[in-house]
């Protein structure tokens, strides 16, 4: 048996849009409740802050919340980023963003004097921008040490079980984890900042990706070269570089034949990773029915994929990044989840389904694939079935 499960909270998902600077402030602590942790700290003394995300591309999206809400209650702070320089594109045009700091995991291939100098000249900008606030949302090692070096006055990040002394010597504030691992990561996110003593608002907490003008203008031109009108087709990414996270082509296949076949127009995208479009390769040798291919077209990046999923009236895909950017652009999403878990990584405010099954109690198991041999069971035998009706179900509303 297979499940089609909605969000938890439904009404929130449906509750209008906030502004993203109201006009009203935000208190530090929950309004109408005085208290907080007693070494909460003080913003308005605060000049500049650093928030850290060394991860994958999705992960530095679901951070935009943070950038908010610390704005939100910090108007005169200004707030820079550090992040991979291949996810630099989910940030740089948030308008709560001062200055994008970026570490090229290609330095490594560098010779070590040109390495260590990239590396010094990082330092030393970071340095010269004289951080007040350092806030670390992963495990990585860099944070602890730039929680150090910097001289911040506060550094908060995660109390991982698993860090030694050193990692909770270097911030002078740890957030506890969950014991049962439940929580979004959004929410764990933000869990960085209550343990500062600021409590997020509901309507601080919404992804935020700008795609930018240059990405608007050349997705309205190429859906305007195949006939497509905003809102008149359906986005569907079926693949992911984490090939575990994967429905098999011959079921989107037959997925995009039955749209097909209901009159949907169908917009097909993937990475630039060789076996997603080697996957499209075989959904086109496996289905008649006519859609646009995207998947070979240079142009789409991931500024411009933003602006294509937001043009859509509904995306389709995995967990994966552009499964996150999707809900960004509030465009409404059916997920198919297999070993990796909903409650975690599920579309964030916006309206969704999940398709995942009821007949693997060992899922989400975090695994690549059942016995690590790559091929997940719980996604691969999902019916086509139960993502049309998730499909029917957003279309409805």
């Known amino acids: 048996m297979h499940r089609e499960s909605a969000s938890e909270e439904p009404s929130r998902l449906c509750e209008p849009v906030l502004e993203l600077w109201p006009a009203a402030g935000f208190s530090a602590n ?14 308005a003394g605060l000049k500049r802050a650093l928030v850290i995300q060394l991860r994958h591309h999705g992960d ?7 950038f908010t809400v ?6 005169s702070l200004e707030i820079d980023a550090l992040v991979y320089a291949e996810t630099r594109d989910m940030l740089d045009l948030h308008p709560a963003i001062a200055q994008v700091h970026v570490v090229d995991r290609r330095w490594k291939e560098l010779a070590a004097p040109t390495r260590l100098m990239r590396e010094w ?27 150090r070096s910097l001289g911040a006055r506060y550094a908060v990040a995660h109390d991982f079980v698993r860090k030694t002394g050193l990692w909770k010597k270097s911030f002078t504030h740890l957030a506890p984890l969950p014991g049962n691992g439940r929580r979004h990561r959004v929410e764990l996110n933000l869990d960085t900042l209550r343990r500062l003593g600021i409590q997020p608002g509901d309507g601080e907490r919404r992804l935020v990706l700008v795609p930018g003008e240059e990405a608007d203008r050349s997705v309205d031109e190429l859906l305007a070269a195949h006939g497509l009108a905003p809102k008149k087709f359906i986005h569907f990414q079926p693949g992911s570089r984490w090939l575990f996270k ?14 097909s076949r209901r009159g949907e127009r169908i917009v097909l995208t993937a990475g630039p990773d060789e076996r997603e479009r080697a996957m499209i390769a075989e959904i086109r040798d496996r289905t008649d029915a006519q859609f646009v291919d995207l998947s070979g077209t240079s142009m789409l990046s991931l500024k411009h994929l933003a602006a ?4 859509a009236k509904l995306f389709i895909g995995v967990d994966s990044a552009p499964m996150h950017i999707a809900a960004a652009m509030q465009t409404p999403v059916v997920a198919l989840f297999g ?9 964030w405010h916006v309206p969704h389904r999940v398709v995942a099954s009821n007949d693997h109690p060992c899922r989400p198991c ?12 719980c996604l691969t035998r999902l019916p086509q079935q139960a993502v049309l009706s998730a499909v029917d179900a957003l279309i409805a509303r």
Do not use: F
């Open 30 to 43: 929950v309004r109408g409740m005085p208290y907080g942790p007693a070494d909460a700290i003080d913003l």
């Open 339 to 347: 070993p990796s878990g909903e409650l975690e990584w599920g579309p």
């Open 60 to 66: 530095v999206l679901l951070t935009s919340p943070v």
């Open 121 to 147: 000249r990082l330092q030393a900008t970071m340095r010269e921008r004289g951080y007040d606030l350092i806030v670390h949302l992963s495990e990585h090692p860099r944070g602890a040490w730039l929680a």
């Open 308 to 311: 294509l999923t937001a043009r």
């Open 246 to 259: 994967c429905w098999p082509a011959e079921r989107a296949a037959g997925l995009i034949g039955a749209l």
């Open 70 to 75: 610390l704005r939100n209650h910090a108007p």
């Open 366 to 377: 975090g695994i690549d694939g059942c016995g690590g041999g790559k091929v997940s069971e």
